[in-house]
């Protein structure tokens, strides 16, 4: 990516879009026959759902989930704007799937359907006001059902379930396109929860009407057929996370950030670096200082742990992380590659998002949805 970081802002943030792609085409692939949607809520794990999504949808992808009613609207509309400028998928393909994970907030139920989403229903209220404006509108209208199987978080717990199976007609209104649970534990293939919650899917379905139903997550398409039912719905093993810890990552990394380096400053053994003095030379130093900070979605707690690779020299992350600065001991590093100007990666090719979230102490979800606004964003689609 020569060149990539002839820009005002202080880093460039390249996405792969052919990677997202190739990445659902793996993970599409390792589901068999099942249908692969793809989620795109928090803007697509940060990476830009208004190009993400056209991208897939392109490719192939019929399914899309987001969280929030907003983030349907905006998902519609970037369809329309890609097909518009000829980028997206051609007219005759019928427009995708948006479900709507929360469902829709009580009293928007008719913005979802002006924008053609499909509420995931989690609770019988909600079916309730679902069924209420499908008999407004003399209309069936489509419906996806949550049933909780072990999160304790969203979808009918196991009374309201039971309640919907002793007493059918509360899903007369609507037309059931889709039932789906959600793993807890599906990253530890070894945890027994799994197939509790995938035995608990089985059973709610016996009690609602025929549909397809939707278990597996990124890390629970790895579990085995037994858990990708009729759909699966991945979100992190697009963007490159991994989605088994611990084994060889097989998605393609989609992610790079190159920071520049705006000053570099030689200090004496014994000086500090940074807020609170957190760090000490102990020789004669070389700090680069970058203008990436936690502003920019960079975790604080990478203050003294961090990394970041001039070429394929590692150089530690030392002192504090601030708002809009971090700096690098660059001591080790030929002046002529460690300069202003330079760039340092801080992901890519050489540490990758679940690299820094390990260091970080949080996951590489986190580290994907916290990227800032202020990087200069380029979206590779090479290959697409
Ligand atoms: C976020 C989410 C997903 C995607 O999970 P990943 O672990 O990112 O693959 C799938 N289903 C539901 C209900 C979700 O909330």
């Known amino acids: 990516m020569a060149g990539t970081t002839q820009s005002r802002a202080g ?8 990677a997202i792609v190739a990445n659902w085409r793996l993970l599409r692939a390792r589901a068999g026959g099942a249908e692969c949607a793809a989620v795109v809520k928090a803007d697509a794990y940060g990476l830009g759902a208004a190009q993400v999504g056209p ?39 019928p427009p995708a799937a948006i479900f709507v994970l929360n469902g829709a907030a009580p009293g928007y139920e008719t913005e979802l359907l002006q924008h053609g989403l499909i509420p995931v229903l989690n609770s019988l209220g909600a079916l309730e006001a679902w069924g209420m404006l499908s008999d407004m509108l003399g209309v069936r209208l489509p419906a996806a059902l949550h049933v909780d199987t072990g999160m304790s978080r969203l979808g009918l717990p196991p009374a309201e379930l039971a309640t919907l199976a002793a007493e059918p007609e509360r899903l007369d209104g609507v037309t059931l396109t889709l039932v789906i649970s959600h793993p807890a534990c599906a990253d530890d293939p070894s945890h027994e929860l ?26 629970a398409i790895f579990l085995g057929d037994d858990y990708v039912f009729d759909m699966v719905r991945p979100g992190a093993a697009l963007y490159g996370v991994a989605p088994v810890p611990g084994t060889p990552n097989p998605m393609n990394p989609v992610v790079r950030l190159d920071a520049r380096i705006l000053q570099v400053r030689e200090i004496d053994s014994g000086m500090t670096v940074g807020y609170g003095a957190s760090h000490r ?8 200082t970058v203008g990436v900070g936690y502003a920019d979605g960079l975790p604080r707690s990478l203050g003294n742990r961090g990394s970041g690779y001039i070429g394929d020299h590692r150089v530690p992350l030392v002192g504090r ?16 590659l460690a300069r202003p100007g330079a760039t340092i990666e801080l992901l890519g090719a050489r540490q990758s998002v679940d690299d820094v979230a390990a260091a970080a102490g949080t996951i590489g979800y986190e580290i994907l949805t916290s990227l800032g606004t202020r990087y200069a964003r380029r979206y590779d689609s090479a290959g697409l």
């Open 321 to 336: 992380v601030s708002m809009d600065l971090i700096t690098f001991d660059v001591t080790d590093v030929a002046e002529d």
């Open 281 to 288: 030379t102990d020789r004669r130093s070389r700090i680069a």
């Open 194 to 219: 799994n197939r509790r919650q995938r035995d608990a899917l089985v059973a709610a379905r016996s009690h609602l009407p025929t549909a397809p139903a939707s278990f597996a997550n990124s890390s």
């Open 11 to 18: 880093a460039v943030l390249g996405i792969d879009l052919a």
């Open 55 to 93: 991208a897939l949808a392109a490719a192939g992808c019929r399914v899309f989930f987001v969280a929030t009613l907003d983030e349907g609207i905006a998902l519609r509309a970037g369809f329309a704007e890609a097909a518009r400028s000829g980028e997206g998928v051609a007219e005759e393909v």
